[in-house]
């Protein structure tokens, strides 16, 4: 079982509407949960990251985070043409020490068609 | 100002060969990370320097070998270089917290590596 799951997509929705994006993780004493965007050939881009369980929102992006489920997810409202893109879910769970270490899901392309 | 900067950014190279990827951060983070991203865009990490020193050591080959001369800056050298190799190589470096909330990485432009 891979430590950071998603759904590789592609996701397809149409301009305007929501797009929902879905991890889940493995490691229960995960304590950060992260949210990067990468455009084709480019490098990986923080855009929303969650501590707590609930909901957090940021402009028209939306992070939920449930621990009991170890799921985590990303709404995308009013979605526009500039964010198709490869979404990556991260995860840090704590090694000893104290160390952290970034594991990443596989990430779903999310197509936005006008 | 380039916070994380990474030579070179494309790589060509017959196998066989021995090259060198070298990164540099500016952001006085003490954690810093080589990840691969292979063609189907899955970031898979490597090694992850604390302060110079090895903490992550994800069963990579050893051919390759990294090395960290100060917390700013962390090389990848890679020997015998095989098809296989052929990938995206990404640095990335982050603040390592005393408490339990992590922080986000922070990604260098890539490497394009491409064994022939």
């Known amino acids: 079982q891979k430590e950071v799951e998603q759904n590789s997509g592609p996701l397809s929705v149409p301009e305007g509407a929501i797009a929902s994006l879905n991890c889940t993780y493995s490691?229960?004493?995960?304590?950060?949960f992260f949210w990067y965007r990468q455009y084709s050939g480019k490098s990986p881009e923080l855009i929303m990251f969650?501590?707590?369980?609930g909901d957090k929102e940021d402009g028209r992006f939306t992070a939920q985070l449930n621990k009991a489920s170890q799921y985590v997810s990303l709404l995308i409202r009013d979605s526009q043409p500039s964010d198709s893109a490869t979404y990556l879910c991260?995860?840090?769970?704590?090694?000893?020490?104290?160390?952290?270490?970034?594991?990443f899901g596989t990430g779903t392309k999310l197509q936005v068609i006008p | 100002d380039t916070a994380v900067s990474q030579t070179p950014k494309y790589l060509v190279t017959q196998m066989g060969n021995d090259k060198s990827i070298k990164c540099e951060q500016n952001?006085?983070?003490?954690?810093m990370y080589w990840y691969k991203q292979d063609s189907k865009k899955f970031l898979k990490i490597m090694f992850s320097?604390?302060?110079?020193?090895?903490?992550i050591n994800e069963t990579v080959p050893n051919r390759f070998s990294p090395k960290s001369p100060d917390k700013a800056h962390l090389n990848l050298h890679i020997n015998s270089l095989e098809l296989g190799d052929s990938a995206v190589y990404f640095c990335?470096?982050?603040?390592?917290?005393?408490?339990?909330?992590?922080?986000?990485?922070?990604f260098g432009q890539g490497t394009r590596l491409t064994v022939v």
């Open positions: 990335a470096s982050s603040q390592r917290d005393r408490g339990p909330w992590g922080t986000e990485a922070f």
């Open positions: 490691d229960r004493g995960s304590q950060s």
């Open positions: 969650i501590y707590s369980n």
């Open positions: 991260a995860v840090t769970p704590l090694l000893p020490g104290g160390y952290q270490k970034v594991t």
């Open positions: 952001l006085g983070h003490d954690t």
């Open positions: 320097y604390n302060n110079k020193e090895l903490i």
